[in-house]
C-alpha cells in the first residue's frame, strides 16, 4: 500500500501542473486581463479610479497629463490615446512585461514554495484572504455534507428495505421535488417565512455570528453560531441529498438480492444484523468512501448565491469578485490550493475503500 500511495503521490505532481498549465492558458487569453480593467478605470468605465503599485506609490488614472495626443498602437482595448509610459507601468506592475511562458514558470516556481503573493485590487496577501473567507466556507461545506449523509444514508437504506411500499413512493417524490428546486430560490422562501420577510423572524438575516459575539460567554456563541447557520445550510441541503439517497437505496438493493444475504436469512440471522452486520460494509463501499470529494463539492462549489444572499463573505465570493476583477493572484492562488487539496482527498478517498472493505487492492491491481 505505501508503493501505491508514493505513487498516486507522485502522479499529483503533473496533474497539477496540466491543470495549471490548461486555466493559466485560457484565462491568460481571454479579453479585460489586469491591464484593461486599470485602462477601463482611466477611461471612466471602471470603478476605481486610482492604480496603485507595490512600491508603494500610486497613480491617478484621470489626470489629463496621463492621456496622450496621439492615437497610439497598443495591444489592449481602448488603450488609443492614453500615454504608453503608463501602459509600460502598468505591464511591469501585473507582471506582463514578461512573456507569458516566463510568467507561467515564476508563478509555479512561487506556488510550490506557498508563495501565491499579494491582490491586484485588495493589498493584501492571497493566504490571508483565503484564511479569513476559509471559516464561512467551512461551516457551509462541513455542516452540508454531514447533514446530508446523516439523512440520506438511512434514507436509503429505509427505501431500499420498503422498495414499492407507500413510504418509497411519497419519499421518492418529495426527493425529486426538493432536487428540483434551486437553492437560492428555497433560501428567499425561507428569508421570507422565517427571517423576517413578512411571517416571522425567527432566524438572523445575515451573517456568521452575530456582531456582539466577542462579549458573549462560549456556550453562547456556540447557540449564536449555530442559529445563524441554520437557514444557510437548509437552503443548501434541500436538493443535495437526492443523489446520494437514491445511490444508497440502490446499493442496499443490489447487495439484498445476493446470494449471502439469503444464505444468512435462512440461518435465522436477524434481519439487523444482517443489514447492519453482513450488508451495510459492502452497500456503503462506495457511499462513504466518496465523503472526501463531496465535502470538496460542499466548500468549494455551489455556495455563491448563498453567500451573497444570506450576506456571508466566503471563498464563493471571493473566487466571483476575483474572476470579475481579473485578480489574477487570488484566482491561480485559490485554483493551485483547491486543487491540491482536491487531489490529497481523493487519495483519502482510496484509502477509505481500503478501510472500509480490506479485500480491496489498489496495489496489486495496479501491478
Known sequence: ?????????????????????????????????????????????????????????SVNLNNPS???SGSGSSTYRGAQGIDPELI?????????DKPMWERFWQMMGR??????????????????????KLPVSIS???????????????????????????????????IIIGYAIPSFLFAILLIVLFAGGGYVQWFPLRGLVSENWDVLPWPQKIIDYLWHMVLPVTAMLVGSFASLTMLTKNSFLEE?????????RAKGISEHRVLYGHVFRNAMLIVIAGFPSALVRMLFTGALLIEVIFSLDGLGLLGFESAMNRDYPVMFGTLYVFTLLGLVLGLLGDLMYVAIDPRIDFEGRAA
Open 1 to 57: 500500500m505505501t508503493t501505491y500511495i508514493l505513487r498516486r503521490l507522485l502522479l499529483m505532481i503533473p496533474t497539477l501542473f496540466g491543470i495549471m498549465v490548461l486555466n493559466f492558458i485560457i484565462i491568460q487569453a481571454a479579453p479585460g486581463g489586469p491591464v484593461e480593467q486599470a485602462i477601463a478605470r482611466f477611461k471612466g468605465t471602471g470603478v476605481d479610479a486610482t492604480a496603485r503599485f507595490s512600491g508603494g506609490g
Open 66 to 68: 496621463l492621456a496622450s
Open 88 to 96: 509600460a507601468r502598468l505591464e511591469k506592475e501585473y507582471g506582463f
Open 111 to 132: 506556488y510550490a514554495r506557498f508563495d501565491f503573493g499579494q491582490s491586484f485590487y485588495r493589498d493584501r496577501s492571497v493566504i490571508d484572504l483565503v484564511m479569513e
Open 140 to 174: 457551509l461545506g462541513i455542516w452540508t455534507t454531514l447533514l446530508t449523509y446523516f439523512i440520506a444514508i438511512p434514507l436509503g437504506i429505509r427505501k431500499a428495505v420498503h422498495d414499492g411500499s407507500h413510504f418509497d413512493v411519497w419519499s421518492s417524490t418529495a
Open 256 to 264: 439484498i438480492r445476493k446470494t449471502y444475504v439469503l444464505t444468512a
